[in-house]
């Protein structure tokens, strides 16, 4: 997937998670100041992996379900700050952070960089390294990658390289160092898990052959049949259109409807996966992925299993008319 990067890219074997933990522990030193915008799960992960390596952190709080506000964050950035931290799509939220507004608006600062995690971003949203001044880019296998999980994979800008070649790192198997010095021998450090490597190579090849634009555009298609599906059978949407995400549509669950028994009868009597809320918003709220492989056809078939199953709590579900609307947008757009 073209994220129009100058860099390197460095392919560690983990989930998404380890590419993370990289960033963190070879981009910074103990006692550095990281601003980092807390929205959701994910964004705590940040937190809690900067304050593992002792880094001084400053969180910028967001209501969960919401995006962050670019002025207010740039008031959180100072001089000693040495890295943003954030998350391009919070996927415990469903919010997309709007990456090139903010990217406009970064002060000039050498010594600092801009750090994303795009986990649920590369492959969903037009995400550019070097016009979004990304320094380091975080991508796992799992999601609009469409492979098995377990690779995590990391871009780095040239600038953010070279800060790391003059950076001591403080993990032994997470060190970008050691991977950038093995990747210029063609090796690795440790085993590289060759398996996925070959399956995220094939899903690359699906992602250039439908060609990026056209895999953004059936991602905001799928997010117009659901949103609009969800809100016309009196579903409440915890996103406005503005910070919704492309990628994963959050959907406050109806009165009386116990989240974690209603999406097991869906995974158990049809085999649809959809998710729960996390943390925060356990019991709040369902998460439909609309991203990586799924297409609009499974998306309508989505719909009817939801509406039908929730029919007894929403009277406009039971006439299918979440179902109707879905296939009218699909319809227009075809
Ligand atoms: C935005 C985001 N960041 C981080 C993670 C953690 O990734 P992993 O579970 O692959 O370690 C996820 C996983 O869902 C995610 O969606």
């Keep these: 997937m073209d994220v129009d990067a100058e860099g390197e890219a460095l392919v560690?074997?983990?989930?998404?998670?380890g590419a993370m933990e990289a960033?963190?522990?070879?981009?910074?030193?103990?006692?550095?100041?990281?601003?980092?915008?807390?929205?959701?799960?994910?964004?705590?992960?940040?937190?809690?992996?900067?304050?593992?390596?002792?880094?001084?952190?400053?969180?910028v709080n967001v209501d969960w379900g919401k995006s962050i506000n670019v002025d207010a964050l740039m008031q959180e950035i100072k001089p000693t700050t040495r890295g943003l931290l954030i998350q391009a799509c919070e996927s415990s939220t469903g919010v997309y952070h709007p990456i090139e507004k903010i990217a406009e608006a970064l002060p000039e600062n050498d010594e600092m960089f801009f750090i994303v995690d795009a986990i649920t971003a590369v492959g969903v949203h037009d995400i550019s390294m070097k016009r979004h001044k990304i320094d380091a880019l975080v991508c796992g296998s799992q999601k609009a990658l469409m492979c098995p999980p377990g690779l995590a994979v990391l871009g780095l800008s040239p600038r953010a390289i070279k800060h790391i070649e003059m950076t001591e790192c403080q993990s032994l198997y997470f060190s970008v160092q050691k991977n950038l010095v093995a990747q210029r021998k063609a090796t690795?450090?440790?085993?590289?898990?060759?398996?996925?490597?070959?399956?995220?190579?094939?899903?690359?090849?699906?992602?250039?052959?439908?060609?990026?634009?056209?895999?953004?555009?059936?991602?905001?298609?799928?997010r117009k049949m659901v949103r609009e599906a969800c809100s016309?059978?009196?579903?409440?949407?915890?996103?406005?259109?503005?910070?919704?995400?492309?990628?994963?549509?959050?959907?406050?669950?109806?009165?009386?409807?116990?989240?974690?028994?209603?999406?097991?009868?869906?995974?158990?009597?049809?085999?649809?996966?959809?998710?729960?809320?996390?943390?925060?918003?356990?019991?709040?709220?369902?998460?439909?992925?609309?991203?990586?492989?799924?297409?609009?056809?499974?998306?309508?078939?989505?719909?009817?299993?939801?509406?039908?199953?929730?029919?007894?709590?929403?009277?406009?579900?039971?006439?299918?008319?979440?179902?109707?609307?879905?296939?009218?947008?699909?319809?227009?757009?075809?």
């Design 23 to 59: 960033c963190v522990s070879s981009m910074f030193e103990k006692g550095e100041d990281v601003t980092i915008v807390c929205a959701g799960k994910f964004g705590k992960r940040w937190v809690e992996m900067a304050q593992q390596y002792g880094l001084h952190t400053h969180i």
């Design 232 to 334: 016309e059978i009196g579903l409440q949407l915890l996103n406005s259109d503005e910070d919704a995400s492309f990628g994963i549509t959050s959907v406050c669950l109806p009165e009386g409807v116990v989240g974690k028994e209603w999406i097991q009868s869906l995974k158990n009597n049809y085999g649809l996966w959809i998710a729960g809320g996390q943390d925060d918003l356990e019991g709040k709220i369902f998460r439909i992925a609309h991203m990586g492989a799924i297409r609009p056809d499974d998306i309508l078939w989505g719909i009817e299993k939801i509406e039908h199953t929730l029919a007894s709590h929403l009277p406009k579900a039971k006439e299918n008319r979440g179902l109707q609307r879905a296939r009218e947008i699909l319809k227009e757009c075809q």
């Design 188 to 222: 690795t450090p440790f085993t590289p898990a060759v398996s996925l490597i070959l399956s995220l190579h094939k899903a690359l090849e699906m992602m250039e052959a439908e060609g990026k634009e056209r895999i953004f555009a059936r991602c905001l298609l799928m």
């Design 12 to 17: 560690f074997t983990s989930s998404g998670s």
